[in-house]
């Protein structure tokens, strides 16, 4: 179990949430932080590299793609 810790201040708490660069449960940690990512992006974007003419033409396509992402979350969700 994790003993409670106590801070003056965020700044003090927010620096005890790092971890050194050799610290062994930093792997884990991270691996923690990209699962939940994975939750939270349901619809991940088309896999693969895109060969575009123009920055107009990107984001045009990733336009596209959050329209999709958005129209899949509204089917989900009863057409909110």
Excluded at 9 to 22: C, N, S, T, V
Excluded at 48 to 71: D, H, I, K, P, Y
Aim: net charge positive; aromatic share 12%; proline share 6%.
């Amino acid at each position: 179990m994790t003993p409670i810790q106590r801070f003056r201040d965020f700044e003090a708490a927010r620096e005890a949430l790092w971890l050194a660069p050799d610290d062994p449960r930093l792997f884990e940690k991270i691996s923690h932080v990209w699962e939940f990512g994975r939750q939270l992006a349901k619809y991940p974007l088309p896999r693969g590299l895109w060969f575009l003419r123009s920055m107009e033409e990107a984001n045009a396509q990733r336009e596209a793609w959050t329209a999709e992402r958005v129209r899949r979350l509204c089917d989900e969700r009863g057409g909110r």
